[in-house]
């Protein structure tokens, strides 16, 4: 291992220590980046929207995420969790577009919920039976149609997505 991973190592361990116990996403983020932005809560229509349409239940981290903020924009404004709307836009288009068909493995199976800004997109897994089983979070690749573990929760995500693992 380099010293840089190590730097990163011990920067994810420290910012899982300093959250430790800390329920509020008001809290949590902001202890995570300073830089990071939350809006007001997501209408709760719009998240019954989601279930409906995509026929998934989604998970209580996501939840109540949602009940707090309406997204997670980074430093440079990408969204680490999309805002509602374009969480239903997202998947909608990944699904639906035409140009993606010969191109990508179908997108059925993975409800994207935020981005990294290179392209690449996290999401949860869904399995045949239309569930979300837990709250691991995959990355998927762009430029080659990998999917590939990222992290254990959202509150992983943001921590890996702040040290750099995903850069």
Not at 5 to 24: A, F, Q, T, V
Not at 48 to 69: M, S
Not at 124 to 153: G, L, Q, T
């Amino acid at each position: 291992m380099t010293e840089n991973d190590l730097n990163m190592i011990e920067k994810h361990r420290s910012l899982h220590e300093k959250i430790k116990g800390e329920k509020e996403w008001k809290n949590i983020i902001p202890m995570i980046s300073e830089e990071w932005k939350i809006t007001k809560p997501a209408k709760s229509y719009l998240i019954q929207n989601i279930e409906r349409k995509f026929q998934i239940q989604l998970p209580k981290e996501l939840l109540t995420l949602y009940d707090q903020t309406n997204g997670v924009k980074d430093q440079f404004s990408y969204d680490l969790i999309f805002p509602v709307e374009v969480l239903i836009e997202k998947n909608t288009e990944m699904r639906t577009y035409d140009g993606f068909k010969d191109l990508y493995m179908p997108f059925d199976n993975i409800l994207f919920i935020g981005e990294y800004g290179n392209g690449d997109l996290f999401g949860y897994p869904i399995n045949m039976n239309r569930k979300i089983r837990n709250r691991f979070i995959f990355i998927w690749n762009h430029e080659n149609d990998s999917r590939k573990w990222a992290s254990m929760s959202i509150i992983d995500l943001f921590i890996r997505a702040k040290c750099g693992f995903f850069d």
